[in-house]
Each structure stands twice: as C-alpha cells, then as structure tokens.
C-alpha cells in the first residue's frame, strides 16, 4: 500500500520506542503499513501513509504509541462519505 499517500509531515503519529515492548500489534492492525518490527521493537518505516485511523493506539498494550484518530483528511474523507456532504478537513489542500 505504498502508492497510498497523506499530506507529508501533518500525520499526529508519535511512537515511544522506550514503551514499546516489540507484540507487533501495531504491525498486524495498521491498514496502510506504517509499522515493521525490528530489534524487538516497533519502527515507523512510512510515518506519512498513516491515515490516522487510531488501530495501532489502540491496539497496543503499553501505549507506546499516540495518533489524533479521526482527524485530518482521512477522517474528512470518510465522514463525507458518511453524510454525502463535501469533505472538509480545513488543512488548507484538497481532500
């Protein structure tokens, strides 16, 4: 899912290597591949294809990891889809 993009540099993604205890949950749940394990510990391998959807947050168990689910673009995206309304993230591009 590589070919998959977001607005480079807004995604609210933030990883706590010191937390993270290597279960790879996030690795297993995250949609768009953000996630590899390496060394017995979670890595962002492509931090701006995160859609922000909060799977990986929510699936880790020591909360190694935070992300502002259901904000952004994706979400504007979905919850127009969702309404049938024009989507509008007030990021300032196109969504």
């Not at 995604?11 to 790879?24: P, Q, R």
């Not at 995250?30 to 990986?56: L, M, N, S, W, Y």
Request: charged share 20%; with cysteine; glycine share 12%.
């Amino acid at each position: 899912m590589s070919s998959l993009r977001y607005l480079e540099n807004i995604v609210t993604l933030k990883l706590d290597t010191e937390k993270c205890v290597g279960c790879g949950m996030c690795a297993v749940v995250c949609p768009h591949g953000v996630f590899t394990i390496e060394e017995r510990k979670a890595q962002v391998i492509d931090r701006d294809a995160c859609i922000e959807c909060g799977a990986c947050a929510g699936n880790c168990p020591v909360e190694a990891l935070s992300v502002k689910a259901g904000v952004g673009c994706a979400s504007a995206i979905i919850n127009g889809w969702l309404t049938g309304e024009e989507p509008s993230c007030d990021c300032g591009g196109s969504c």
